[in-house]
């Protein structure tokens, strides 16, 4: 189970524990000062006509991190498996946290019922989750390019399939979204949406294996089967 916390700012954010699936490796968004260092000296250590392409990766690395961490990404995580064309499809998994204010997250969530009729072709439907009543919501979207141009033709579309559920004070709303550019799998991407928002606890699953109880980590049986469907 993947873990995420941390105080930020004036407002502490919340933790929420959830599984990874085979093929997905987490992105660490708050890398240690002297980690970054040590990246910074191998970089800087590399032959000139490699170093060019180093410095653009790590540039990239830390404009993403930053872009991140300001949308209050808690965490972030890059998917990779094998295609039917012997190729290989990519995606990128990203759970955030938006504070309610003046206001219940649940309540607001659960107003989501509302929209259901009206958003229709966003695929918006309730969902059952062992943390608590969640909101599915899926699309296909066209990307806009990295100057900011608008959405248009020229762009290729991807899936976006995003589930939110509230924390049980009811002072967040937790946002779990995957993007991918193969619209063609996009049931089998919806599935390990799914699988993953079922696994989500707001209790921490360590605690419930020291206590003996032979009780099985929530969503297990939810992660199990995203690892046979990428296995």
């Known amino acids: 189970m993947t873990d995420v916390f941390t105080e ?3 407002w502490l954010k919340p933790v929420v524990w959830y599984g990874l699936p085979h093929g997905y490796l987490q992105l660490d ?15 800087l250590s590399l032959p000139e006509e490699s170093r060019d392409s180093a410095e653009r990766v790590v540039r990239f690395y830390a404009g993403v991190v930053c872009l991140l961490n300001a ?5 972030c995580a890059m998917g990779l498996h094998p295609d039917e064309s012997d190729g290989f499809t990519s995606s990128v998994l990203t759970i955030s946290a938006v504070p309610v204010a003046d206001a219940n997250a649940k309540l607001v969530v659960a107003s989501l ?17 062992p943390c608590g009543t969640g909101f599915l919501a899926e699309k296909r979207r066209r990307m806009p390019t990295q100057g900011g141009t608008p959405e248009g033709s020229d762009m ?3 899936w976006q399939g995003t589930v939110a559920v509230a924390d049980p004070r ?25 699988g993953i ?25 939810a992660i199990d089967a995203i690892w046979n469907d990428f296995g």
């Open 8 to 10: 930020t700012g004036s």
């Open 29 to 43: 968004l708050n890398p240690p000062f002297e980690n970054v260092v040590e990246l910074i000296q191998q970089v």
């Open 71 to 75: 949308q209050n990404v808690l965490g």
């Open 113 to 129: 019922a509302g929209c259901v009729t009206d958003r229709s072709d966003e695929g918006m439907r309730p969902l059952e989750l």
């Open 156 to 158: 290729p579309p991807v």
């Open 170 to 194: 009811g002072r967040d709303i937790f946002l779990l979204q995957l993007v991918t550019s193969a619209v063609d799998l996009a049931d089998s991407y919806r599935d390990v949406l799914v």
């Open 197 to 221: 928002a079922h696994t989500m606890s707001f209790t921490d699953p360590t605690l419930t294996d020291a206590a003996g109880n032979g009780s099985a980590t929530p969503g297990s049986t």
